[in-house]
């Protein structure tokens, strides 16, 4: 694991790009006095599970990096180490407002008062976690812009035909695999060979994996029959199959543009088949209420595109004229 951040004599030092930091135990122990006896032990484990949550997410960003092939992860690493640091000071903050029960509970304190203190500490400990969570989601769209290899394959990725052509491709010989494997357990079930004598003909006759083969051979309780059942994957080349006609009609329709005048000005609805999205271009920022029709027609704001778009298909396209529809209602009222 890359190591961005370490603890050392009750002491974190962070460093990474341009920024670093060092947080004394000593400087944050004051913030938990109401909450614990020990209030050093407590800071201390604030450290230890700041520097992990640190070093994890450089670690995270540096493999994400390493398979896209991608030049210095180092900025990224940078930008979530700045601002986890702020929402954990943040944190530590409303958790220096707070009272432990010893205190709340044998004297005459605002308890109510104290709840809602609580509450915000507890919030705000959800911040470090939701930003966690959003910041590896955000890296990983940067690293795989058109998805990861073990990700659905998007309509947008540019290779998604030559993707989905492969997948089918791979799917069809799987099937082939599972043919001959079947054949091969008939054939040995007759002769009464054992589970490990299969194993080893189909993954020397086939080339599956013995994992995959003793999936074949291996009874599980709620089985009565061995063998591989290749239905499932010939759902999968059929519902692929389909996919790949309609991908392949969208790029020969072409980019398709008209513009459409409103109350708002001229708007633009844009079919661009590159990203898969169909576009509605406006003049300047919509309305309220036009923002609204927008949304509810499924519809999002791009600012790397400067357009509100949604996926490209028969739906969006339905959905663009929803959308006019109602913009030229409003401007006729």
Avoid at 13 to 38: C, M, P, R, S, Y
Avoid at 84 to 98: F, I, Q
Avoid at 242 to 264: D, F, I, N, P
Wanted: glycine share 6%; with cysteine; net charge positive.
């Amino acid at each position: 694991m890359m190591k961005i951040a370490m603890v050392e004599n009750r002491s974190l030092a962070i460093v990474t790009g341009t920024f670093a930091a060092n947080i004394a135990a000593k400087d944050i122990e004051h913030q938990f006095d109401a909450l614990t006896h020990f209030p050093d032990r407590r800071a201390n484990a604030e450290l230890d599970e700041l520097a992990h949550r640190l070093n994890e997410f450089a670690g995270y960003v540096v493999e994400l990096w390493e398979k896209a092939s991608a030049p210095n992860p180092e900025p990224e690493i940078e930008a979530f180490t700045r601002r986890h640091v702020e929402l954990t000071r943040r944190y530590w903050a409303a958790e220096s407002r707070c009272m432990n029960w010893f205190i709340t509970g044998s004297a005459r304190f605002p308890v109510a008062r104290n709840e809602k203190r609580m509450k915000i500490s507890d919030a705000r400990r959800a911040d470090l976690a939701a930003h966690s969570a959003a910041a590896r989601k955000a890296v990983k769209r940067k690293a795989f812009p058109h998805g990861a290899d073990d990700e659905p394959i998007r309509s947008g990725d540019p290779s998604a035909l030559q993707r989905i052509m492969a997948k089918i491709e791979d799917l069809a010989l799987s099937i082939d695999k599972m043919k001959a494997a079947n054949s091969i357990i008939r054939r040995m079930e007759k002769d009464g060979a054992d589970d490990a004598a299969m194993i080893a003909a189909i993954v020397a006759q086939t080339g599956l994996s013995a994992e995959v083969a003793a999936r074949g051979v291996v009874l599980a309780d709620w089985q009565w029959k061995r063998g591989f059942d290749p239905a499932g994957n010939r759902a999968e080349i059929r519902r692929l199959q389909g996919r790949l006609k309609s991908l392949t009609r969208m790029h020969e329709r072409g980019t398709q543009s008209q513009e459409v005048e409103t109350q708002a000005g001229a708007v633009e609805i844009k079919e661009n088949p590159d990203i898969a999205r169909i576009q509605m271009i406006f003049p300047g920022k919509p309305d309220e209420t036009t923002r609204r029709a927008l949304k509810a027609n499924g519809f999002r704001w791009s600012p790397s595109q400067g357009a509100w778009q949604r996926h490209l298909n028969e739906a969006g396209r339905w959905a663009a004229e929803r959308v006019m529809k109602a913009i030229s209602a409003k401007g006729a009222a």
